[in-house]
């Protein structure tokens, strides 16, 4: 079996890991599963290559948080990407 390694914001580890105990699972299974389901539904439609439709996989995930605390944590999340990871200040 191979790895992959992805960074995720703090919070939608924290949706997955909450999302794994309540079913018992494991957020490796949890990952695996929706990455099928979104591969296999690209393939049912045809779609091998992305046309400007996105990711895919709008309306896979369930998100009760108003678009404003979505839209701030990607954000937060760029800033220490791209400052204190690489040693500099956060823009």
Request: aromatic share 4%.
């Amino acid at each position: 079996m191979a790895k992959l390694i992805v960074e995720v914001p703090a919070t939608l580890h924290a949706l997955l890991k909450h999302e794994a105990a309540r079913r018992g699972n494991t957020i490796r299974s949890i990952v695996t599963a929706l990455l099928e389901q979104y591969l296999s539904g690209r393939a049912k439609r045809g779609d091998t290559k992305e046309r400007g439709r996105g990711s895919g996989l709008s309306g896979l995930w369930e998100d009760r948080r108003p678009a404003e605390a979505i839209v701030r944590d990607l954000r937060e999340s760029r800033r220490w990407r791209s400052g204190a990871r690489h040693g500099g200040q956060a823009a």
